[in-house]
T-cell receptor, first 115, second 115 residues
């Protein structure tokens, strides 16, 4: 299996621009997670989906952030408008229910820089 | 809400020696899972070891083992025969056992291997 795929790997954008991060989970996995990693706050859960349905978005920092999962093989995280404080590494992870304790497989991350 | 605390921002060990990384957590739940993830400079998150709270036996994976003390809410990672490739950030993580929830991470411990 190719693992969790994220694109782009690096994104540099100007403040105020729209940013879209993409994720393809492992085939057969039914849960998908978006995390953000910063030096100040560490790794934080932003939102997660079960069977394409958003379950908990309490970690989404503000209304500028939105996430969708239109089908089992694709999810997006959108920031509009972007701000310099959104600069971080964004990880997508997927898992299959409680198999192996709900072990989550992480993608390589997208490093976002907002100038 | 659950919290995970890693009190050692950085640890250093000589190659071939043994090192223990500490982790404590706070929860009111009885059913949960604990994980250690490794993040090398490539930033890829790699699962090192998992522990189910209902299991009394400590998990082991080759040179990696845990000391799980449920009553004390402690979950330390022991790395035996340290190798240069073990140098990385190590994150302790908690997940509720009730469903496919997201992970709560500690702040991480930076492990340095001295040759």
């Amino acid at each position: 299996d190719a693992g969790v795929i994220q694109s782009p790997r690096h994104e540099v954008t100007e403040m105020g621009q729209e940013v879209t991060l993409r994720c393809k989970p492992i085939s057969g996995h039914n849960s998908l997670f978006w995390y953000r990693q910063t030096m100040m706050r560490g790794l934080e859960l932003l939102i997660y989906f079960n069977n394409n349905v958003p379950i908990d978005d309490s970690g989404m920092p503000e209304d500028r952030f939105s996430a969708k999962m239109p089908n089992a093989s694709f999810s997006t995280l959108k920031i509009q408008p972007s701000e310099p404080r959104d600069s971080a590494v964004y990880f997508c992870a997927s898992s299959f229910g409680l198999f192996q304790g709900g072990e989550q497989y992480f993608g390589p991350g997208t490093r976002l820089t907002v100038t | 809400a659950q919290t995970v605390t890693q009190s050692q921002p950085e640890m250093s060990v000589q190659e071939a020696e043994t090192v223990t990384l500490s982790c404590t957590y706070d929860t009111s739940e009885s059913d949960y899972y604990l994980f250690w993830y490794k993040q090398p400079p490539s930033r890829q998150m790699i699962l090192v070891i998992r522990q189910e709270a209902y299991k009394q036996q400590n998990a082991t994976e080759n040179r990696f083992s845990v000391n799980f003390q449920k009553a004390a809410k402690s979950f330390s990672l022991k790395i035996s025969d340290s190798q240069l490739g073990d140098a990385a950030m190590y994150f302790c993580a908690y997940r509720s056992g009730g469903g496919a929830d997201g992970l709560t991470f500690g702040k991480g411990t930076h492990l340095i291997i001295q040759p």
